[in-house]
């Protein structure tokens, strides 16, 4: 899905909101952000550990859509403008590591959009690509001894 110019400037808008709440000189608090799609209403709504709604608006482009891979579509374009407000984000006041997270309406993890910590960034869907099946080749040949 390629994102529409009122997309991106619906995202980047409800994203900055976000960051107004943890503005730079402001108690540092320790918590993650949820981003929550609705693909029925085109609802993104923000989250902090506690549940506590940080913002919500509409991206027209995501109302009513009926793609299964509709998560899938979307993620590449949530890791872009997260990317693209890097600096910002950089600068909130919360602890790190922190990271801002894709929810379903259970606020079950979908995946870890973008992670920040002392020293890197990482705007990826997976921390440790692999890991399953490095810890599955391990626990085999721990038991095949």
Known sequence: MEPTQQTIQEIDRAIHKIIAKYPVGKDAVLTDIHLEIRQETGDFLAYDDDDQELNRCVVEQWINRKEEDFYDLV????????????????????????????????????????????EQQILSGELMPDLERDLNSFMKALFEE
């Open 75 to 118: 993620t590449p374009i949530l890791y872009a403008r997260l990317d693209a407000l890097r600096p910002e984000i950089d600068k909130m006041s919360i602890l790190h590591p922190f990271s801002f997270v894709l929810v379903d309406g259970d606020h079950e993890t979908l995946c870890d959009i973008y992670l920040v910590d002392e």
